[in-house]
């Protein structure tokens, strides 16, 4: 991987909630090439391995651990795990996250002929529990880790906490409400938090990436010959520059926020990179 651009994060220790899927993965390596400690949590350990194995082979120093997101005592156990390999937590990755078919409506819009259709889903049918667990995965997915890891950065210089929210926080997109809503409240938590940390130098700042091609989202955006979907379609002739974003085009506003010399006095925003997206008004 090549960085845009170098800072120095010797010394320091980073937490990467979901470190084992693409795009934090990538984050992971990003932070070790800088000489971060890498911790990559995931609740797939042999994701978090795999990612972990492969900055220790390119000279840097990562470990993965297992964590739920969503369960207080294994991010206890993650933490000290953390603590005792590297000290502790200097950067938090709030990157765990996802959606799930049970909080997804199967068409875009509502007709009334679809009401009573058995091969649909529709607003009427979402399955409370479903949405509940997209919800609880992207907010609570947040909140919890940082409840367990931000303690350690009180009274430290240059810590920060970066959350990861989506272009659904901005403007809801069709059939997912469940993880529309829930990165909506990253975001305004992310803002919240970072009020609230202010007065003991932790800043809080989220990237709400636009449409990037991940294992979560390819079936959505190509289907099984390679070809893109109509969903891809109306995607691209909403995004100006007309094409989907490279993972490796996240890594710059991920280090100008984790580095304390560039963006020292950036805290509480939330920064698109989308291609134009959230700007085009479709006219």
Known sequence: MNLPFDIDLKGKTAVVTGGGGVICGMF??????????????????????????????????????????????SLKQAHKVVT????GCDILINGAGGNHPKGTTTKEYLYSEDIGNSELVTFFDLDPQGVEFVFNLNFIGTLLPTQIFSKD?????????????????????TKIPAYSGAKAAVSNFTQWLAVHMSKVGIRVNAIAPGFFVTDQNRALLFDSDGN???????ILSATPMNRFGEIEELVGTLLFLVD???STFVNGVVIPVDGGFSAYSGV
């Open 28 to 73: 992971a390596q990003a932070l070790a090439k800088c000489g971060a400690n890498v911790a990559i949590l995931d609740l797939r350990l042999e994701n978090a391995h795999k990612v972990a194995d492969e900055i220790n082979q390119n000279g840097g120093k990562a470990i993965g651990v297992a964590a739920n997101v969503l369960e207080v005592d």
């Open 84 to 87: 005792e390999a590297f000290g």
């Open 153 to 173: 950065m009180v009274g430290k210089n240059n810590c920060t906490i970066i959350n990861i929210s989506s272009m659904n926080a901005f403007t809801p997109l």
């Open 228 to 234: 893109a979907t109509p969903r891809t379609d109306k």
């Open 260 to 262: 304390s010399k560039a």
